[in-house]
Nanobody, 121 residues
Framework: VQLVESGGGLAQAGGSLRFSCVASGRPFRTSTMAWFRQAPVKEREFVAAISWSGGSTYYVDSVKGRFTISRDNAKATVYLQMNSLKPEDTAVYYC???????????????WGQGTQVTVSS
């Protein structure tokens, strides 16, 4: 599946940003979708995931209560709403797709191009 991200950019601490990721190729509705991020000199980190039905969501502790992942299977699109942004959220964010329920980076075979988010204090 091919993934194309949009959104992100610059924000001040406490602000909000929203990502979209449009999928094409393998049926979108059968894929677990997730967002990962990678900050400079750090390893790629899991941020959030959503099951194919949208009924289950998973978040890294550092974003719980601030970020929301959602999906629209009719539009083959997954979203990441980011509120109450902090400078430590600064990273390149990646959309990813996998078969089955997983949050392990190695299980995701399709990745978006990555989009920069910079949060200023």
């Amino acid at each position: 599946v091919q993934l194309v991200e949009s959104g992100g950019g610059l924000a001040q601490a406490g602000g909000s940003l929203r990502f979209s990721c449009v999928a094409s190729g393998r049926p979108f509705r059968t894929s677990t979708m997730a967002w990962f991020r990678q900050a400079p000199v750090k390893e790629r980190e899991f941020v959030a995931a959503i099951s194919w039905s949208g009924g289950s969501t998973y978040y890294v502790d550092s974003v719980k209560g601030r970020f929301t992942i959602s999906r629209d299977n009719a539009k083959a699109t997954v979203y990441l709403q980011m509120n109450s942004l902090k400078p430590e959220d600064t990273a390149v964010y990646y959309c990813a797709a996998a078969l089955g329920i997983t949050i392990r980076s190695a299980d995701f075979g399709s990745w978006g191009q990555g989009t920069q988010v910079t949060v200023s204090s």
